[in-house]
C-alpha cells in the first residue's frame, strides 16, 4: 500500500510539472467517435464491456479496468485527482484524463489521445496502454476487429468478433397506442417502454443478433401478436420492457416469467432467463433488486413457446425512478443492462 501511495503521489507530480510546459487538451463528448462496429478481442475471445468502444484521433479507446485487469494490471481511479493508475509487474502508468502527457516507469511521455471519462468508465488509448504493457496488439482491417494477447488468425478473428451470429430475439416494447400503460407526471409508460427497446435493439444488432419488434412506433398490439411473432420466427428468447406503478415509495427492479415453461433454448427455461436478466438489471442500474416473480394469467408470457420474461424496469410512482427515467442517458443504460443479461443467456 506504502509503495503504491508513493508511485501515486510521483505520477501526480511528474504530471503536474509535464503540464506547466504543454498545451492541454481536454477531451469533452464532442472529441470522441462511437465505434459501433469495432469489436475487441483479449486472448482471440470476446469480451464484454460495459461502454462501446470509442476513438480520438483515429486512437481505439476501451474501458481501462475491465481490458486490462484480463492480463493481471491493477487499475486503481482517484476521482479527486481525475488520475488513473494501470500497475502490472514493474510497468506503471500515469495519466491524467482529458490530457495526452502520461507517465510510464517514472518516465513523462505523450499520447497521441487522452483517457476519458465517459459515464463514470475510464476510457484509456488501447494501444498505447497495451504498448506500455509489453501486450501484443493486432488489427484486422477488413473485419474491424482488435485483439490484444495471444497472436490469431484473421478467420479465427473474425468468427470470435460474432459470437452471437444467427441468434433470434424478439424485443416487445410494453403497451403503445391507446394503451398508455401506467401514466405519472406526465410521462407515459408507454414511451418509455418503446425508447428503451429502440436503444436495445440497436445493441443487440451490433453483435450479430437478428432482432424481431413487435412495435418501433406508438401502435397498439395485441397480446397475443406479441407472443405469435416469437413463435412464428422460433426465436430464442422474447423479452418483454415494461416499468412499473404502485404506492410513491416503493422501488426496485423485478423480472416475471410464466413457471410451466419447459421447452429450453440455450439449454435455459424461461425462469433461468428471468434470473440472468434480473440479476443484470438490477446489479447495473443499482436498483433494488426486487427479484423473479412467476406469473400465470400473463398473455404474453402463457402463451409464448419460446423462453419469455417481461422486465419492469423501474417505477414511475417513485419520485427518484421516474427522475432516472425520464433522461435518455438512464434510458441507455437500462438498455445496456438487458442487453448485458440476454448476452448472458444466449453463451
Not at 482471440?44 to 475491465?66: C, D, F, K, S
Not at 418503446?194 to 395485441?222: F, H, P, Q, S, W
Not at 422474447?238 to 429450453?264: C, F, Q, R
Not at 438512464?330 to 453463451?347: D, F, P, S, T
Amino acid at each position: 500500500m506504502k509503495k503504491a501511495a508513493k508511485i501515486t503521489t510521483l505520477c501526480i507530480l511528474l504530471l503536474s510539472i509535464a503540464m506547466l510546459f504543454t498545451i492541454v487538451s481536454f477531451a469533452n463528448e464532442n472529441d470522441y467517435e462511437t465505434l459501433k462496429d469495432v469489436k475487441l478481442l483479449v486472448n482471440g475471445r470476446i469480451i464484454q464491456l460495459e461502454r462501446e468502444l470509442i476513438a480520438i484521433n483515429g486512437r481505439i479507446l476501451a474501458p481501462a479496468r475491465t481490458v486490462f485487469a484480463q492480463f493481471g494490471a491493477r487499475v486503481d481511479w482517484y476521482p479527486e485527482y481525475n488520475l488513473v493508475n494501470i500497475v502490472k509487474d514493474n510497468t506503471f502508468i500515469g495519466m491524467f484524463i482529458g490530457q495526452k502527457t502520461v507517465a510510464v516507469n517514472k518516465i513523462v511521455k505523450e499520447m497521441d489521445c487522452p483517457p476519458v471519462l465517459l459515464r463514470g468508465t475510464v476510457m484509456v488509448p488501447v494501444r498505447f496502454v497495451a504498448d506500455a504493457l509489453n501486450i501484443d496488439v493486432q488489427w484486422f482491417g477488413n473485419i474491424k476487429v482488435a485483439n490484444l494477447g495471444s497472436i490469431i488468425t484473421e478467420e479465427e478473428a473474425s468468427r470470435s468478433a460474432k459470437p452471437y451470429s444467427g441468434k433470434i430475439v424478439v424485443i416487445d416494447p410494453g403497451h403503445g397506442g391507446y394503451e398508455t400503460g401506467a401514466v405519472h407526471g406526465g410521462i407515459k409508460e408507454k414511451d418509455l417502454n418503446l425508447d428503451i427497446a429502440l436503444r436495445l435493439e440497436k445493441l443487440l444488432k451490433n453483435e450479430g443478433i437478428i432482432v424481431y419488434m413487435t412495435r418501433k412506433d406508438d401502435r397498439y398490439v395485441n397480446l397475443y401478436s406479441r407472443s405469435g411473432l416469437a413463435n412464428s420466427v422460433n426465436a430464442d428468447m422474447l423479452v418483454s420492457i415494461h416499468n412499473n406503478a404502485d404506492w410513491y415509495n416503493t422501488s426496485g427492479t423485478m423480472t416475471l416469467y410464466y413457471p410451466e415453461t419447459a421447452m429450453k433454448r440455450n439449454g435455459i427455461t424461461s425462469k433461468d432467463l428471468a434470473a440472468i436478466i434480473q440479476k443484470e438489471v438490477s446489479s447495473y442500474l443499482g436498483t433494488k433488486n426486487i427479484g423473479i416473480i412467476s406469473r400465470t394469467n400473463l398473455a404474453v408470457l402463457r402463451t409464448s413457446k419460446v423462453p419469455a420474461v417481461i422486465v419492469e424496469v423501474g417505477y414511475m410512482t417513485n419520485k427518484n425512478e421516474l427522475k432516472k427515467l425520464s433522461t435518455a442517458e438512464y434510458r441507455q443504460k437500462a438498455a445496456e443492462a438487458i442487453r448485458n443479461g440476454i448476452l448472458k443467456a444466449l453463451r
